[in-house]
Structure formats: structure tokens, C-alpha cells
T-cell receptor, first 113, second 113 residues
Framework: DQQVKQNSPSLSVQEGRISILNCDYT??????FLWYKKYPAEGPTFLIS?????DKNEDGRFTVFLNKSAKHLSLHIVPSQPGDSAVYFC????????????FGAGTQVVVTP | GAGVSQSPSNKVTEKGKDVELRCDPI?????LYWYRQSLGQGLEFLIY????????KSGLPSDRFSAERTGGSVSTLTIQRTQQEDSAVYLC???????????FGEGSWLTVV
């Protein structure tokens, strides 16, 4: 049972524009969320996180928004750069099993010049 | 070490053979995770070690899979009687005490022929 879903397998965006990646979850016990970026043949690297007590967290070009009532989070990348081309995973951890992160299937982002 | 170290980085094995994958977490990290990513799929949780507690094995796909963590540090994931569907990247991650972020290794690419 996939508790974290990324319904868009791919996203193409022009350099300089905004990339918006979406993630939905079903487990209401999830209270901590992370985004990871993965290049081919490398392990995922941490990008940004948000806890359920917030609805927005910003770090440079990356902003994560959390809508708890909709069980939805999104990652905004502004402006998008060619080096942002990668697979992006969202992950969630439940309060009743802290640290057991569940990942979405990932979204392949391609930033075109 | 500075990061999570995994070995071997690549392994090709014949169907039916046993394989061992090793993970050396970041020094001082008490939590250790194993995930796998099959071709075109997201990260699948396998097993989670937290300190001296009993591991959470709920993600192991069959009894052919097992993992140990000796001395609270290095972990070995063992796959017995490998099958072609076991072919995947096996990713190890670790998390420090009180930390909220897990850090991944580069992965071990397993191909069963």
C-alpha cells in the first residue's frame, strides 16, 4: 500500500521558470516530510524538510509547502536551473514510528536551457 | 567516515546464489536503514535499526532477506537464493541521534542473472 504518492512521473520546465513538484500522502500520522534529489548512479541527497507544525519552509531556491488538511505537500524550485535536472523524491515519517521514512515513487525533472 | 559507505558498489550474481551487501554508516549515527530501488520504481523500505532496539523488519519482501547490525555500527544485508526480481539498487542510510534527516550512501547495484 503506497502511503506516499507522487503522481507525476516526469516534469519538463524551462530554465529560469518555476518547477512545482507534488506529493500526496494517506497516513494522517505522518508529521515530518523531506524532499530528496537523486542523480543517476548516485544516492539520494537531502534537499529540504518540513514538520507538520509548519505550512511552509524555505531554503534558497527551494520552498516546501504543506497542506495538512489535504494531505498534500509541494516543492517549488525558483528559478529552475539545468543542474536541477534529477529525480525528486518526497518522504514522510509518522509520529508513531519515528524515523521509518516512506518514499514516493519520484518525479523526473528535466530543465531545458 | 564522512559519509555512508556501501560495498560492493556493483555485484553481478547468478540466480540461486547468496549475496551480502555491506553498509558502514556515518560515525555516531544510531539509526540505520536499508531501502531498495528497482528499475523505474521508488525507494522501497526494507529494514530499520534504531540503537539497541529490535529492528523493524516490516519491509523485508521475503524470508530470503535478512539484515544484521553488529556493534551498533556496520550492517550487512543478506539475500539468500537470489532471484532475478531481486535486481535493484540497495541503498543504506543513517541518521544521527536527535536528527531529522537521513543520509544515503551511493548504493549497491545488484544484478541477478
Amino acid at each position: 500500500d503506497q502511503q506516499v504518492k507522487q503522481n507525476s512521473p516526469s516534469l519538463s520546465v524551462q530554465e529560469g521558470r518555476i518547477s512545482i513538484l507534488n506529493c500526496d500522502y494517506t497516513n494522517s500520522m505522518f508529521d515530518y516530510f523531506l524532499w530528496y534529489k537523486k542523480y543517476p548512479a548516485e544516492g539520494p541527497t537531502f534537499l529540504i524538510s518540513i514538520s507538520s507544525i509548519k505550512d511552509k519552509n524555505e531554503d534558497g531556491r527551494f520552498t516546501v509547502f504543506l497542506n495538512k488538511s489535504a494531505k498534500h505537500l509541494s516543492l517549488h524550485i525558483v528559478p529552475s536551473q539545468p543542474g536541477d535536472s534529477a529525480v525528486y523524491f518526497c518522504a514522510a515519517s509518522p509520529s508513531d514510528s519515528w524515523g521509518k521514512f516512506q518514499f514516493g515513487a519520484g518525479t523526473q525533472v528535466v530543465v531545458t536551457p | 567516515g564522512a559519509g555512508v559507505s556501501q560495498s560492493p558498489s556493483n555485484k553481478v550474481t547468478e540466480k540461486g546464489k547468496d549475496v551480502e551487501l555491506r553498509c558502514d554508516p556515518i560515525s555516531g549515527h544510531t539509526a540505520l536503514y536499508w531501502y531498495r530501488q528497482s528499475l523505474g520504481q521508488g525507494l522501497e523500505f526494507l529494514i530499520y535499526f534504531q540503537g539497541n532496539s529490535a529492528p523493524d523488519k516490516s519491509g523485508l519482501p521475503s524470508d530470503r532477506f535478512s539484515a544484521e547490525r553488529t556493534g551498533g555500527s556496520v550492517s550487512t544485508l543478506t539475500i539468500q537464493r537470489t532471484q532475478q526480481e531481486d535486481s535493484a539498487v540497495y541503498l543504506c542510510a543513517s541518521k544521527g541521534p536527535g536528527g531529522n534527516t537521513i543520509y544515503f550512501g551511493e548504493g549497491s547495484w545488484l544484478t541477478v542473472v
